[in-house]
């Protein structure tokens, strides 16, 4: 009602409705504010709950972290009355198998050294033949990779 009395009183016209009493300008009115005290009401049920939901799932993160804490709590109790029981140390190491397989790998070092040796040494007796150039072209198919000329 407020809104139209201010309408009309700006536009400076009388209101007609208000007036001459029209009984469904009033029911409509009515129903206007009681919609309006509804809807009031309902929203402020709706946040109470939301803010109630809120604090049950802040309370439900802070069981489930205290369960989560005292079940590691207890695993890491057992874990340690089981590792101090065991006796590991001293730990003990079976060197033969170590010293086999660092002599393997030795082994293989000394293949590739023999190969570049054998390389070196071909190319050596090229070079002492003078051939060297024609004996590199002749191993490539014909292609000459070094220009000796």
């Known amino acids: 009602m407020d809104d139209e009395e201010y309408t009309s009183i700006a536009m400076g016209e009388p209101m007609y409705r208000v007036c001459t009493g029209n009984y469904e300008y009033r029911l409509v009115l009515r129903c206007r504010q009681e919609a309006r005290a509804r809807f009031a009401k309902m929203r402020k049920d709706v946040l109470e709950k ?16 205290q369960r989560f804490v005292s ?61 060297g150039g024609v004996g590199r072209q002749a191993e490539n198919g014909g292609e000459k990779l070094i220009d000796d000329e």
Do not use: W
């Open 71 to 131: 079940g590691m709590s207890r695993y890491y109790d057992e874990c340690y009355a089981v590792l101090k029981e065991a006796d590991v140390f001293p730990i003990e190491v079976d060197l033969s198998r170590t010293m086999i397989n660092y002599g393997g790998q030795s082994q293989a070092y000394d293949d590739q050294e023999d190969e570049e040796e054998e390389e070196e040494e071909e190319e050596a007796k090229d070079k002492e033949e003078g051939g």
């Open 50 to 65: 939301i803010e109630l939901l809120d604090q049950k799932h802040v309370q439900d993160i802070v069981f489930q972290l």
